[in-house]
């Protein structure tokens, strides 16, 4: 027998036709289709006395419940939901005291696959949200933007939010706390985190103008980084300081003159060492895993530079145009200046095992703020849609808050904190108008 989603919605769904679960007579299950798949297959269980009223039968797969969309009687259309790797496939169909269960003689041979998910972060149904610490199902958030690991736990990861505060999610613990506030930072925005190169001190970008003000601060692991310190100041805002991941230098940005510092941890002093060629717009520097390159992503124009490592000066070399056109915004994938971006903002390098034995293995994630997703980025330079946007028989809309499939379902609103954990090979990504932390993994 061949069942499809057509024939099965068209007989048991658009007619309207009705046929009653009969008690007296066995409910039987006799094949199903397709015989493996993933979470939110298409399922469809062929079989006799199933009855086509949907609120009277239940399914599940591995122990799972399964959403049954149909049903005409002798077959059911269903989904296949998360986690149903034992594969069991068992139907009840119930009316009134009578009840029939039945179980597939072949179980469903579930596949894992990448998926998007939601950590933490309460919202009402309607909307509402409140910024609080506490347990991962009752916590909230204003706006996450920025994340950065704690170098020597990464069970730890802090988050910088939104013109906000300094949290730290603990993954071990399942719950939410804040670590530093804005007045004690005395900052205006605070931007980024990174941290010296032996993980004991972390260091805050502070986006704040006027004379003498903080650009970045500095806090301490012996006091839990529970009280910041300023390193330096400026009167020309910082939105970025990156370190580097060999030589522990530090690099940090003016706002208002698009330049690029590189400071000196044994004298106290700033060099600078280039400007890139749009001032007043904000940029973030991600350094590549080995530290022969850093990206600098520059956020309210719409493109991305690179600049290579100079291994004999200990210093950044001028940047090049690497992808993305100079002030075009737009969602295009393509290579180099062909692709486009809508305010591409935090990054994080991800090592591909497909590129072993190449000079470099590691692809770049890119959270694409107003586009609504997350693109990636290869060595040479092309770019790619990888996950949201999803969900296109819903609504003509490319946001929304909607967990699964990477592409055929995910949606999310304006995505801005991105950061790979390589130990549990999972992304974990700040959606910022949907106040959630949302993750990307093998379910």
């Not at 024939?7 to 309207?16: L, N, Q, R, V």
């Not at 692809?363 to 946007?389: L, M, S, W």
């Amino acid at each position: 027998m061949a069942i499809c989603y057509s024939c099965t919605e068209e007989s048991a769904i658009k007619t309207g036709e009705v046929i009653a679960y009969d008690p007296s007579k066995p409910v039987e299950i006799t094949d199903f289709t397709p015989k493996k798949g993933s979470a939110s297959t298409r399922l469809y269980i062929l079989g006799s006395n199933f009855g086509t009223d949907v609120s009277q039968i239940s399914i599940t797969i591995g122990g799972e419940k399964a959403k049954v969309v149909g049903s005409d009687g002798g077959s059911i259309y269903c989904i296949v939901p998360p986690r149903s790797s034992e594969g069991t496939i068992e139907l009840t169909v119930s009316s009134g005291d009578n009840k029939t269960t039945v179980v597939a003689d072949e179980k469903f041979q579930y596949e894992h696959k990448t998926v998007v998910s939601t950590l933490c972060g309460y919202v009402s149904p309607t909307g509402e949200y409140e910024v609080k610490d506490g347990p991962f199902d009752d916590c909230g958030f204003e706006g996450p933007q920025w994340f950065s690991f704690d170098p020597k736990n990464n069970r730890h990861l802090y988050l910088v939010e939104y013109y906000s505060n300094v949290r730290l999610i603990d993954l071990e613990k399942k719950e939410v706390s804040t670590v530093m506030t804005r007045g004690q930072g005395h900052w205006d925005r605070p931007r980024t985190i990174t941290w010296t190169l032996g993980g004991d001190t972390m260091i805050i970008a502070n986006e704040k103008g006027g004379e003498h003000t903080v650009a970045n601060s500095i806090a301490y692991r012996r006091e839990l980084f529970k009280k910041p310190y300023p390193l330096m100041y400026t009167n020309e805002k910082c939105t970025t300081s990156a370190t580097h991941p060999v030589n522990g230098e530090l690099y940090y940005n003016a706002f208002l003159t698009g330049d690029m510092y590189r400071y000196d941890w044994k004298t106290g002093l700033s060099e600078k060492l280039f400007t890139i060629q749009d001032r007043e717009w904000e940029y973030n520097v991600v350094f590549h895993p080995t530290g022969n390159y850093a990206y600098i992503i520059v956020v309210n124009r719409n493109y991305i530079l690179k600049t290579e490592y100079d291994w004999v000066n200990h210093r950044l070399k001028n940047p090049t145009l690497f992808c993305g056109e100079v002030g075009q915004s737009g969602w295009v994938d393509g290579t180099g200046n062909s692709a486009r971006f809508n305010i591409p903002q935090q990054g994080t390098f991800v090592k591909n095992e497909e590129y072993a034995g190449r000079e470099d293995e590691y692809d770049f994630y890119v959270a694409d703020v107003f586009n609504h997703c997350i693109r990636k980025i290869t060595p040479e330079g092309r770019v790619t849609t990888f996950a949201g946007r999803g969900s296109r028989s819903m609504n003509n809309d490319v946001w929304g808050f909607i967990d699964g499939d990477l592409r055929e379902e995910a949606r999310f609103h304006e995505p801005n904190g991105i950061i790979f954990d390589e130990v549990t090979r999972t992304f974990y990504i700040g959606d910022l108008k949907n106040h959630r932390i949302r993750m990307i993994a093998i379910e």
